[in-house]
């Protein structure tokens, strides 16, 4: 007899002879395997509890096993006090950070945003099916059963695949069929997705099965969504699709999890068999029918579900990108004219107006003075270098392109990719490509290439504040330059980081490989056009972490001067988890703190209530707000400057030069 024990992130097979053995000394042996496995617990004694995976029911330490589990049963150790001393922060059971949503998100297959895949991969929520959504899928299934019935030959559902096409398959053969399917394409490599991009491409395969043309049957759907709600999340490698037919490898592991088969992980139980896990959690595995297997694994959700996290994450530190730049050029002693509204309205495109209209905000007004502005009003300076003028128009573009994104990543999640596809009204079942994911791929390399221009500038920014014959700052912005390196080498990570990015941005879908001999003779590489996209986008949101720490310690050469009002709110946020750089130490851990700032949004969450009050103050608290700003007179501040041509006949002494 053996029994399969679960202990933290590890899972134990330990042999009990005849199983007279008590629970206690389950308990002691499983205990003592991991300690060996991880000696550096060794000799601690925590104690615990153990808890029958199926059912989550309490064991007594006195009882035999073989009074009160089966062979092969599966149980976990709970530990129920802490070991003090060293390392009780590691002693956490599977769960214990998990809290199961109790509201749901309601699935159509139509109508699902980017935003929401994301508010479910961090488990925000369980999902349900609409009514209307359900009647279409039991309407395609009754549709493909019968066309079975009538013995007629269509493709996937009772021939071969690909290649295979011509090969029909006997009728006792179709449930091997599917899943000789899923097996044979489980053959993805490289670590596994996270739980919360596996769940993002779980919700989002569910939403597209939801929408009536894949043929799945209802009991099918209905296992899924309850795996999803328990978080029975299957092991999915992140590589091996080409992007067409679809996301074959990935989705069919997530089909194989279902089917009881590989590996599975949720909360309760960490990594296990995948049936066991279901089982710990009162689920049975799929049983599939003739085209669930197919109905299952063919579209492009690991590139889309991937995309989606890309493009929110992209759209959030543009925003912020906007903000960190703003306090740089503030505390370099530059101009606010490039951003005069009139400028930008002589070359209308959205994103360089939006981006403009932010840069008033942040920056020196009537409503949010400077003190760092005003005293350089009267110097020399005519101009600002591209990194700081042009930010409306290289930062303008970025968001435009986010934009553009966000239109293709939304319809492709509410897009019907299976082939064949079932159309119920017409009576039919049709072959085509809409498994191919071109859209998506092309977006990406899109959203890679300018969301990359964010830290290309960054880097340059961080240029300026570190080298002091561009910024009148000490030299790496500490004291006791040579003693201390301080900015140095941090500028030197963002340079690599950049330079990695001018790698990554070459697009994947430019390429393609004939595969499946030749039948699939071109295909998209979007699942590393997703993967590339979300590297460059974390590389962006860290070159930029760099930069904000850099603006802030640069603040503390400028003291007791203060910028605006809200830039001074982002100084205080920074502070809050990283200090000024009195002397060297280890940076790492700051870069890492604002990095986490930037990805949670902090930065925009802190600003963002001094730009609806800053519109309010510019239109006018009664007057409803509108997106294009200059729809609206503009009420800015415009300060004299030397390249003014309407000033150059008036006296020196009238003169108010803001650079």
């Known amino acids: 007899m053996k029994i399969t024990v679960k202990i933290l992130n590890e899972t134990f097979t330990v042999p009990c002879k005849d199983g007279s ?4 000394w389950l308990a002691e042996e499983t205990m003592r395997r991991y300690r060996k496995a991880r000696s550096e617990l060794a000799g601690k004694s925590p104690g615990f509890q153990v808890r029958r995976a199926r059912g989550d029911g309490l064991l007594d330490s006195d009882d035999s096993i073989v009074d009160v589990l089966d062979d092969n049963d599966f149980v976990h150790v709970v530990f129920s006090t802490g070991c003090g001393g060293h390392g009780d922060s590691a002693l956490v059971p ?16 139509n109508s699902l945003t980017p935003e929401d895949l994301m508010q479910l991969g961090k488990g925000l929520y369980k999902i349900k099916l609409t009514d209307d959504s359900l009647s279409k899928v039991k309407e395609a299934r009754k549709l493909l059963e019968n066309i079975l019935t009538e013995n007629k030959v269509c493709y996937g559902i009772n021939t071969g695949f690909g290649k295979f096409a011509r090969t029909v398959i006997p009728a006792n053969k179709l449930v091997e069929l599917q899943e000789n399917l899923i097996r ?3 053959a993805g490599v490289g670590p596994p997705l996270t739980p919360e991009r596996t769940r993002m491409l779980f919700a989002l395969r569910i939403n597209v099965l939801a929408k009536g043309y894949s043929g799945v049957s209802f009991e099918t759907l209905t296992r899924m969504i309850a795996a999803f709600n328990a978080s029975c999340l299957p092991w999915i490698p992140e590589k091996g699709t080409v992007g067409a037919s679809g996301d074959l490898a990935p989705l069919s592991h997530l089909a194989q999890g279902m089917l009881g088969e590989g590996r599975m992980w949720s909360p309760k139980t960490g990594w296990g068999e995948a049936k066991d896990v279901l089982e710990a959690h009162g689920l049975k595995p799929v049983k599939l029918g003739p085209k669930e297997g197919l109905a299952l694994i063919n579209g492009t959700q690991l590139i889309t579900s991937l995309g989606a996290e890309a493009l929110e994450r992209a759209e959030a530190i543009a925003r912020q990108a906007d903000i960190v730049a703003a306090l740089t050029l503030d505390v370099l002693k530059g101009t606010t004219r490039a951003f005069d509204s009139d400028i930008h309205a002589a070359r209308p495109h959205k994103g360089q107006i939006e981006v403009a209209r932010r840069f008033r905000s942040l920056l020196h007004s009537e409503l949010y003075p400077s003190e760092i502005s005003e005293s350089h009003r009267f110097c020399d300076r005519v101009q600002d270098a591209y990194t700081l003028r042009c930010c409306p128009q290289v930062h303008g573009i970025v968001n435009d392109t986010i934009d553009f994104v966000r239109g293709i990543i939304t319809t492709e999640m509410n897009s019907a990719t299976d082939n064949p596809m079932v159309f119920p009204q017409r009576h039919e079942i049709i072959s085509g490509g809409n498994f191919h994911g071109e859209y998506p791929a092309k977006a990406l390399d899109y959203l890679a290439i300018g969301v990359h221009e964010l830290a290309s500038m960054s880097e340059r ?7 002091p014959s561009l910024s009148e700052l000490p030299a790496f912005l500490v004291e006791e330059g040579g003693l201390n390196s301080g900015f140095m080498i941090a500028h030197c990570t963002a340079a690599a980081l950049v330079s990695e990015n001018k790698v ?19 295909v998209s590489m979007g699942g590393f056009a997703a993967r590339k996209a979300l590297q460059v986008v974390e590389h962006v949101e860290q070159v930029l972490a760099i930069e904000l ?11 007791p001067l203060h910028t605006t009002v809200p830039l001074e709110k982002v100084y205080d946020l920074v502070r809050n988890v990283a200090g000024p750089w009195d002397k060297d130490r280890f940076m790492s851990p ?19 209530p001094y730009l609806d009050e800053f519109k309010r103050e510019v239109w006018g608290a009664a007057k409803p707000y509108l997106d294009d700003f200059h729809e609206r007179e503009v009420k800015e501040l415009r300060m004299g400057s030397p390249t003014s041509s309407y000033l150059m006949n008036l006296p020196l002494h009238k003169l108010r030069m803001d650079h």
């Open 21 to 24: 053995q008590t629970i206690g």
């Open 94 to 109: 599977a769960g214990t950070h998990y809290q199961e949503p109790n509201e749901y998100l309601s699935l159509d297959g």
């Open 184 to 186: 044979s394409h489980s």
């Open 461 to 467: 920014r961080i240029e300026r504040l570190c080298n």
């Open 504 to 522: 990554l941005t070459h697009p994947s879908s430019v390429d393609s490989l004939s595969t499946s001999a030749a039948t699939e003779d071109h």
């Open 549 to 559: 720490l850099a603006a802030c310690q640069a603040m503390e050469f400028l003291r």
């Open 590 to 608: 700051d870069i890492d703190a604002v990095t986490t700032l930037l990805q949670e949004g902090e930065a925009w969450k802190t600003v963002k």
